[in-house]
């Protein structure tokens, strides 16, 4: 079982939906939470940071992170097909730089 | 101005072949990591060096070596290519404090034929 797992899609919504990207971790000595954002051969870019359970929203994006549950998710509202790119959860333990991704979803917005 | 750079951007080789990645990054950070990421997008940390100094090897085959010759730098040597090492690999790095952000370079791609 991989230590954080996120369902790698593709997912497809017209321009304009909400989408909602999701992933599960099952070390609970995860502390940092984060999104990135990879354009089609391109480097990750982070998109949204995260350090305790609770929201955090940065315009039309929100991150949830719900530390009980080991469950983490972005938001994106009004989507664009800008926003069209694989998104990456990724984790890190306290004391530690090591970064833990998950595989990815490949989310696509249709014009 | 680019921030973290790689070269070359492709790198298509014949199986047992050694070949070599250059990371360069103009950002003063300290630390800076090799991942890869594999045909399904997965992305696994291989190496991280701070200061020059290795902290993190992730039971990465001893064919790969990776060295940093200042903090700005880390370069990636691979002997014997194998078929399995066809990837993308990126280069990252972070500085101290701020969120954890750890910078991405733009990707090599090697195909081992």
């Known amino acids: 079982q991989k230590e954080v797992e996120q369902d790698p899609g593709p997912l497809s919504v017209p321009e304009g939906a909400i989408v909602s990207l999701n992933c599960t971790y099952s070390?609970?000595?995860?502390?940092?939470f984060m999104w990135y954002r990879q354009y089609s051969r391109k480097g990750p870019e982070l998109l949204m940071y995260?350090?305790?359970?609770g929201n955090k929203e940065d315009g039309r994006f929100t991150a949830q992170v719900d530390k009980s549950s080991k469950y983490i998710s972005l938001f994106i509202r009004d989507s664009q097909p800008s926003d069209s790119a694989t998104y990456l959860c990724?984790?890190?333990?306290?004391?530690?730089?090591?970064?833990?991704f998950g595989q990815g979803t490949r989310l696509t917005i249709n014009p | 101005d680019t921030a973290v750079s790689q070269t070359p951007k492709y790198l298509v080789t014949q199986m047992g072949n050694d070949k070599s990645i250059k990371c360069e990054q103009n950002?003063?950070?300290?630390?800076m990591y090799w991942y890869k990421q594999d045909s399904k997008k997965f992305l696994k940390i291989m190496f991280s060096?701070?200061?020059?100094?290795?902290?993190i090897n992730e039971t990465v085959p001893n064919r790969f070596s990776p060295k940093s010759p200042d903090k700005a730098h880390l370069n990636l040597h691979i002997n014997s290519l194998e078929l399995g090492d066809s990837a993308v690999y990126f280069c990252?790095?972070?500085?101290?404090?701020?969120?954890?952000?750890?910078?991405f370079g733009p990707g090599t791609r090697l195909t081992v034929l």
């Open positions: 990724a984790m890190i333990p306290g004391g530690a730089q090591k970064l833990v």
């Open positions: 070390n609970s000595a995860f502390q940092y």
């Open positions: 995260t350090y305790s359970s």
């Open positions: 950002l003063g950070h300290d630390t």
């Open positions: 060096y701070n200061n020059k100094e290795l902290i």
């Open positions: 990252a790095s972070h500085g101290r404090g701020g969120h954890n952000e750890q910078f």
